[in-house]
């Protein structure tokens, strides 16, 4: 079987978990992308954490708990074909919600962990305006000394980068690599160092994340008035 094949045949067989409004009344998305060893039933209880009443929340469960098998400073080629697997995991998704009539730029690509490492490299590999990318203690796929580049643009998609200053899996010079790249690639990014913090998801960042929530619901409010 060639790889394109395997990919989109386990792309198609990962589980998908939602909650919120269903996608025919929904105004806007958030694909949220759990950690190794995490599952799609926990990442989705942030639902209730961002709780907003024209969202749809959507989330995939990675095959045995991990979307690739190595660290995401690995060599990537270490990480294959999981990695490519993970990515078009992502990408069917935002088809779907696109068919629904929710494009990506009414989607917010949230992930912690090793979710936030694949919904980062999603955005930066796949640059277009998004609603919005939130990485919690994550940062851009790649062994030090990676390029990162792109034919698109994130033209002004807001990002949030949020981290440990000495998270012990994800090392903060990595995550300010990756707010420059993602600068580079025309985001407004905001990237934040919490000192001494554990590898978890913290309060500021929830909130955050609920402005951005927040700024896309009234700009599709905007939009909707003008319309």
């Avoid at 001494?196 to 909130?207: K, P, S, V, W, Y």
Wanted: proline share 5%; with cysteine; net charge neutral.
């Amino acid at each position: 079987m060639r790889r394109r094949d395997q990919v989109r045949e386990a792309a198609g067989r990962q589980d998908l978990l939602a909650t919120g409004q269903p996608l025919d009344r929904a105004r806007a998305a958030m694909v949220l992308i759990h950690g190794r060893g995490g599952t799609a039933l926990d990442i989705l209880t942030l639902a209730d954490e961002l709780a907003h009443p024209g969202f749809a929340y959507l989330a995939p469960q990675a095959d045995g708990g991990s979307w690739y098998p190595y660290s995401f400073m690995a060599p990537i080629k270490d990480n294959e074909p999981y990695l490519s697997v993970a990515l078009a995991t992502v990408a069917a998704i935002l088809l779907d919600l696109d068919r629904a009539g929710i494009g990506p730029d009414r989607t917010i690509l949230l992930g912690f962990s090793q979710g936030a490492c694949l919904a980062l490299e999603f955005a930066a590999r796949y640059a277009l305006r998004y609603g919005g990318v939130a990485g919690l203690s994550g940062g851009l796929i790649g062994p030090e000394g990676t390029s990162w580049k792109s034919k698109g643009s994130l033209a002004g998609t807001p990002v949030l980068l949020g981290c440990s200053d000495k998270d012990p899996h994800i090392p903060k010079e990595r995550v300010l690599e990756s707010a420059d790249v993602l600068r580079r690639l025309g985001a407004e990014v905001t990237a934040h160092l919490y000192p001494r913090l554990g590898h978890t998801i913290n309060e500021d960042e929830l909130r955050r994340v609920r402005a951005m929530m927040a700024e896309l619901a009234t700009g599709l409010v905007a939009d909707r008035r003008e319309g």
